[in-house]
């Protein structure tokens, strides 16, 4: 049998999706008709949805429906077992190494160098999503076997315990999403129709059961951590035939504990039959949410010319739009055969103050031009104009990381001979340390630095993962 490798989520959607539709007309459930993005959504919605006055379909939620049931692995629901530990080594012998007396960098005393973690996989040839980092060094890694078994596992920072949690015949796991410690597992059921969201500790058995608002089980597919508190939900809604083909996408605050802090929000809609949507969605230091969307037409063979492209950026808040939907700045591979791509937004580095800033790696050499590249754009919250890049951004690449509390940046240093540094940054910009990374000449490695601190290091489909929980946090947050 072939082993499916390196599935990317968009795929699994799909699968799901099929699976949940045909389970559906088993069970006799309401009829859906289906639209699909690149994002890799597949939409569905009941046959009856109206539209509300063209800001979305009328949709009846049916939390009521959802709420006081508890789906079990009696009743089809994900299931909970042991999984596959991290083994640990312990800390390297070099330390942090002091750049600057400065006033700004004795504030900034890193913490004492953590062990290193590393992870297999749950089983041989199982292929993985990129890991998933909560506030303290745990891992949610969702991995897809060769025996058709998916789940996430969720691995502690101190390697004593992982536990797997898979999908059931009835339930399905969404998307996991970081807690300060732990993390909000989303999950779709069809019997009844239902969305859950589960708070886990880091042990991943602590859980607190939150139904959700949604007109079906496949629509709600995100939940973005806030770095103000709470979440951002974010669900896409379609007008079935014999309506006008139009999709709508739609978000909402809530709090830590999944409660709604408003309504849902329109963030852009657009006609299915003739373009395909594939968005982002971050949030900023003030709470905002940045939606990045890239709108192409569907085609078979050579891709879409950049005639047909269309880019849009819009500010949302819990209350609804910040102003109006703008073009923002985009990134365009063109390859040595002259034809052009839209090379994806790169990595997106949030500002102290509020806002994003844009980096883009060049292209390789010989392998054509990303243009533009480097630091290539930056949005203040709210802003539609943009702004410049702080100057001293130019030193570092896209391994730049703001770091909670947003006291400090953190960012990776590779040397021509592919070892390794991780340097902690002041808001001015000053280094103030430094810590060389031991046997870390891996030149075809591919590093990140999340929030809380932690290095993490994973190949693109691999469930063979590195980390340093908590590497570059500060001692005296």
């Known amino acids: 049998m072939q082993v499916l490798r390196a599935v990317p989520p968009h795929v699994r959607a799909r699968i799901g999706a099929l699976l949940l539709s045909l389970a559906a007309s088993a069970l006799g459930c309401p009829r859906v008709a289906q639209t699909e993005t690149d994002a890799g ?165 602590s859980t607190s059961l939150e139904p959700l608002e949604a007109p079906d089980p496949t629509t709600v597919h995100a939940v973005i951590a806030n770095p103000r508190g709470g979440y951002v939900l974010e669900r896409t809604v379609a007008d079935a035939p014999p309506h006008t083909f139009q999709s709508y996408l739609q978000v909402r605050w809530v709090d830590e504990v999944m409660k709604p802090l408003g309504d849902w929000h329109t963030v852009m809609e657009w006609t299915t039959a003739d373009n395909e949507n594939s968005w982002r969605i971050l949030l900023d230091q003030q709470g905002n949410a940045l939606v990045l969307s890239f709108e192409f037409p569907p085609s078979l063979g050579a891709p879409p010319p950049p005639s047909s492209w269309t880019f849009s950026a819009r500010w949302m808040n819990a209350r609804g739009p910040i102003g109006d939907a703008f073009q923002p700045i985009f990134p365009t591979y063109t390859a040595a055969n002259g034809r052009a791509f839209f090379a994806d937004w790169g990595n997106i580095v949030p500002l102290r103050e509020g806002g994003f800033a844009f980096f883009h790696a060049p292209a390789p050499a010989g392998s054509g031009a990303i243009s533009p590249s480097g630091w290539y754009a930056s949005y203040g919250s709210g802003e539609s104009v943009p702004g410049q890049v702080p100057p001293w951004f130019q030193s570092y690449d896209g391994s730049l990381q703001l770091l909670s509390g947003a006291r400090a940046y953190a960012a990776e240093q590779v040397d021509s001979s592919c070892a390794r540094a991780v340097l902690l940054i002041a808001p001015s910009g000053r280094a103030c340390q430094k810590l060389p990374l031991a046997d870390s000449g891996v030149c075809n490695a591919s590093d990140t630095l999340s929030p809380d601190g932690t290095l993490l290091r994973q190949g693109f489909g691999s469930c063979g993962i590195q980390w340093w929980p908590r590497l570059a946090a500060l001692s005296n947050p």
């Open 41 to 205: 959504v597949i939409q569905q919605t009941p046959d009856d949805a109206g539209t509300d006055g063209g800001d979305g379909p009328t949709v009846d939620d049916g939390v009521g429906s959802c709420s006081g049931f508890a789906p079990s692995p009696d009743d089809g629901g994900i299931s909970w077992a042991a999984g596959s530990r991290a083994s640990v080594a312990p800390p390297q012998g070099m330390g942090w190494t002091t750049l600057s007396s400065d006033p700004e960098c004795s504030a900034m005393a890193p913490g004492a160098v953590p062990h290193q973690l590393s992870w297999s996989g749950p089983e041989p040839a199982a292929s993985c999503d990129p890991a998933i980092v909560d506030g303290s060094g745990n891992l949610a890694v969702f991995s897809l076997s060769n025996n058709a078994s998916a789940g996430y596992t969720f691995l502690r920072g101190d390697g004593t315990s992982a536990v797997f949690v898979s999908n059931g015949s009835h339930e399905f796991e969404i998307v996991a999403a970081p807690r300060s410690q732990g993390f909000v597992l989303l999950t779709q059921n069809f019997r009844p129709w239902c969305h859950f969201a589960r708070l886990l500790g880091p042990d991943a058995l």
